[in-house]
């Protein structure tokens, strides 16, 4: 017969009721601890360490800062947001240019990395600067993102609905005119 050990010895002491409401007990305290670490859902907390390089980022290049603070604001829980230069030119009232080069000095500086959808980026933020959600969930990867898109860009959708409406109004190959 094998020995128990200390927990199973005091387990032992104590009647069915009083484990079972230790086990409900143990369970909520995960739960609540669990709640703690993934709540944060209208703060961005950012890496202190940092802050010295956004501050210099600030201080070389306005644009840049400007858009990293704008895609801070904007990113999912998981750090990513996709939109178009477009967005950027019409927001900051900036030349494609001049966001072309703040976009390449913050993907340099590793601010953010890209990934295309199409024509679109999806800029998924270093998680080492900023993030949101709770500290054990940034390992992970979910490819979920906020997406913006400027006055024109929304033009062009709604004129794409309204084409798609056209298209759906018409009648199908079994149906009169």
Not at 2 to 19: C, G, N, P, S, V
Not at 77 to 97: I, K, L, P
Request: proline share 2%; hydrophobic share 40%; with cysteine.
């Amino acid at each position: 017969m094998t020995e128990l050990t200390d927990i199973q010895k005091a387990l032992l002491q104590f009647d069915q009721e009083t484990l079972l409401r230790l086990i409900k007990i143990a369970e909520n305290d995960k739960k609540k601890q669990e709640a703690r670490e993934n709540a944060n859902p209208k703060f961005i907390q950012v890496n202190k360490a940092n802050l010295p390089a956004i501050a210099f980022l600030s201080a070389e290049n306005g644009l840049a800062a400007g858009i990293y603070f704008f895609l801070s604001e904007r990113m999912t829980a998981h750090n990513a947001v996709a939109c178009s230069y477009t967005v950027f030119q019409e927001y900051f009232g900036a030349s494609r240019t001049s966001v072309y080069n703040a976009v390449k000095l913050l993907k340099e500086k590793q601010f953010f990395k890209i990934a295309k959808m199409g024509n679109t980026n999806v800029y998924y933020l270093n998680d080492q600067i900023v993030w949101q959600k709770g500290a054990k969930e940034r390992e992970y990867a979910e490819f979920s993102a906020t997406v913006v898109l400027s006055k024109s860009e929304q033009e062009k959708h709604d004129n794409a609905k309204k084409n798609m409406i056209k298209l759906n109004a018409l009648p199908k190959n079994n149906e009169k005119l």
